[in-house]
């Protein structure tokens, strides 16, 4: 099943082929919504590597060529999808497909070529390339899951260390 209540933490084996599907589904949404507006929309986080465990939510980074019309894509996105947050930085917007009870997926809208969409795109590629990143990252995983089941908050922020000691290539 996709999607997850709000601030519970659900793990599942990553079925590539499934989150496949689901990507190309709602990238489709995305480009027609936002024609013009983006130059590039990407499958990023863990339901876009094999062999990982993921909450069942899509994330979808949407690279902008600037922020100059941020509003306006604001506003287009709102018809689809619920605004959440800027999460502290400037050049990233981040919004939830949400039905009242499970979200399903997360759409960061980023400005293309910049840090936020860099770090998104190198932290699945390495991934992507490391057996032992992936074997790592699972455990982490499981281990913040077990503490924060009911916390999502504190499950995400578990990861940050993580994440950003393999950006920093200290992994």
Known sequence: MLG???QKVCLES???EKYDRLFASEKRILME???GYYVAIEHVGSTSVP???AKPIIDIAVGTINFDNINEIISIMEKEYVYLSDRG???RKIFVKYDGEYITHHIHIEEYGKQSWINHIEFRNKLLESEQLRNDYVKLKNSLK???KDDR???TAGK????QKVLHGQM
């Open 89 to 91: 930085e400037e050049k």
């Open 51 to 53: 062999n990982l465990i």
């Open 14 to 16: 990553v079925d590539k």
């Open 153 to 155: 908050d504190k499950y």
């Open 160 to 163: 940050a260390s993580f994440i």
């Open 146 to 148: 077990a503490k924060y």
């Open 33 to 35: 919504l936002l024609a």
């Open 4 to 6: 997850v209540k709000k």
